[in-house]
């Protein structure tokens, strides 16, 4: 608990940072409205989330990874692999986790209530490492229930679940970047992981293409489940972000973000609309 303590947020800081000032010194895209603005609202939610989820639960993931592991509860603790072959559980638990957050991602755009408050980082109207902060707190908090279920029900070992975690915030921060890869590191690359360009496809307005690539950290999933958009209709420097039906306002101002997903003008998604 207390490696997790330090090692979190140095590593958050570490990536962000290093995010940030490519962002500032070599942008991908320079269309960058009221960034003040965004910031606040984007940094807002995030210093929210992190109280109102301290205050929610009484324990995060890792600490239910322990909980397990001296309880002896989880598939990988009653066949014994994690005993047996501590690398071995610790890359399927990995591997498991990461499903299982693709799939959770996945259900946030199908399922109507979840929509609403998923919604809510889909109102960024630019894409940079700020939004790798956007999400509402009741989001955030039944995001930590489901990783905890998960962690349990696969018995995942602790240090896996310390890795997966950090791993997770730095591939989130790193795809949400206002980057681009050069295309002989970023071609390769994305048969592993989720990079930037992969992943701003997801935040395009086009419905079609918001529905895709909902990978955060390993690529493989989208590509098994067929949801996988190699290309964006329009140039990645051009295309428009964000949801077109929600007013700007809405992705700028902390109070409308936090109220967004109880307001009757933005109803939850039911289906795709056609691409305009």
């Not at 608990?1 to 942008?27: D, H, K, N, Q, T």
């Not at 990461?98 to 919604?119: E, N």
């Not at 909902?214 to 949801?243: C, H, V």
């Amino acid at each position: 608990m207390e490696l997790e303590a330090l090692l979190r947020p140095f590593v958050f800081i570490s990536v962000f940072g290093i995010m940030a000032v490519l962002e500032a010194f070599m942008p991908f895209r320079r269309d960058n409205p009221l960034r003040h603005q965004r910031w606040f609202a984007n940094l807002g939610l995030a210093v929210l989330s992190a109280v109102f989820l301290r205050l929610a639960l009484p324990f995060l993931a890792v600490a239910a990874a322990l909980w397990a592991k001296w309880q002896g509860v989880g598939l990988l603790n009653w066949f014994g692999l994690a005993s047996v072959s501590p690398f071995l559980a610790g890359t399927l638990a990995f591997v498991l986790l990461d499903l299982a957050i693709w799939f959770q991602h996945w259900a946030s755009h199908k399922v109507p209530v979840l929509w609403r408050l998923h919604k809510v980082h889909h109102t960024d109207t630019h894409v940079d490492v700020s939004t790798a902060l956007r999400f509402h707190p009741i989001e955030i908090t039944a995001s930590m229930l489901w990783k905890i279920a998960v962690v349990v029900v696969v018995g995942a070992p602790p240090l896996a679940v310390l890795i997966f975690e950090i791993l997770l915030n730095a591939a989130a921060i790193f795809n949400h970047a206002n980057i681009s890869l050069p295309t002989w590191a970023e071609r390769p690359l994305r048969w592993l992981i989720v990079t930037p360009d992969m992943h701003r496809i997801h935040h395009s307005v086009r419905p079609a293409e918001t529905d895709s690539n909902y990978g955060f950290n390993l690529s493989i999933w989208d590509r098994m489940f067929g949801s996988y958009t190699a290309a964006a209709k329009d140039p990645q420097e051009s295309m428009q972000l964000g949801l077109g039906q929600v007013e700007p306002l809405h992705s700028r101002s902390l109070l409308r973000l936090i109220a967004l997903p109880f307001s009757r003008s933005t109803p939850p998604k039911s289906k795709p609309s056609p691409d305009p």
